[in-house]
């Protein structure tokens, strides 16, 4: 039996992609960057703020942290809730120490069920990401077209309403998008996704609908994926960003100003044990010279003015 000739054509067969969002690109060969005061490294901490149902929706899939054992599951629905009664506010004290200002993804039902939480980040001056309606809110081929929109909509009409601004940026649960997400957020009028990875820097993503920013939020150095998911500690989580922090700053004096996310759960990092740690890296990093602590949106508008 020989294999029929039409399986090995594939209409979108070309160099590089097989899509038309964005040219292919080698860091080494673009215009350099130059941050804000002559920094060379945008550190971008992301907080993820996330209200987990207690019954959870496999459909398209069930999100990452959701409920795991037979319902009511108790145990992993209080260890969420601390992130919203104790994680959270210490990781904002941490970074007011430092005079950092972060963003905040944020699922809509926070800013529903908790609006001081929402107006205590605002208050403090940091962002607020628009992170879908709650952590039944994902998003993957298969959904229909209206009920992302809706959902979509749905989450920055919410966060609009109750913190005064509509979002600029979007962020997916588990980063997870359809085929339709990226062009449904640039027609819902958002500036910005973190949702692809492929990049240490923004650029610029086609959309049938026109024009959005991808913003890489590196999913390897996250304290899930460090700690929680490879079981390693607070030092070793330490350890690993000042390691980055260190190459991107070697990085950036021959091919100019470097981008560290620092993708954040408050009931993973909020934990006493923690926190220590954790504070003293903010301290470290905060004493480097070429450091610059970011909100998605400034860097969104620095990196958009010089290209």
Known sequence: MTLDPAYLQYPKRQRGMDHGHYPYSRFDTRPPVHWPEGKSVAIWPVISLEWFPILPDDEPFRAPGHMQTAYPDY????AREYGTRVGLYRLLDAFE?????????????IAERYPEIV???IAAGHEIIAHSTDMNGTIASGLPE??????IAQSLDTLERVSGSRPR???SIARSQSFNTAKLLAEAGLEYMCDWVNDELPYRFATEAGEIINIPLNHELSDRQIVNVQQQS???YVQQMQDAYGWLAGEAADHGG??????LTPYIMGLPYRMD??????RWLADQPGAWFARGDAILDSWSAQQ
């Open 75 to 78: 145990r992993h629905y209080t």
């Open 169 to 171: 940026g979007w962020l």
């Open 97 to 109: 120490a430092v005079g950092a200002k972060v963003s905040v993804a944020t699922n809509s039902a």
């Open 146 to 151: 209206d009920d992302e929109r809706a959902l």
């Open 234 to 236: 607070a030092d070793s």
């Open 277 to 282: 740690v954790f504070e003293g890296l903010l």
């Open 258 to 263: 470097r981008m560290l996310p620092m993708h």
């Open 119 to 121: 107006e205590a980040i």
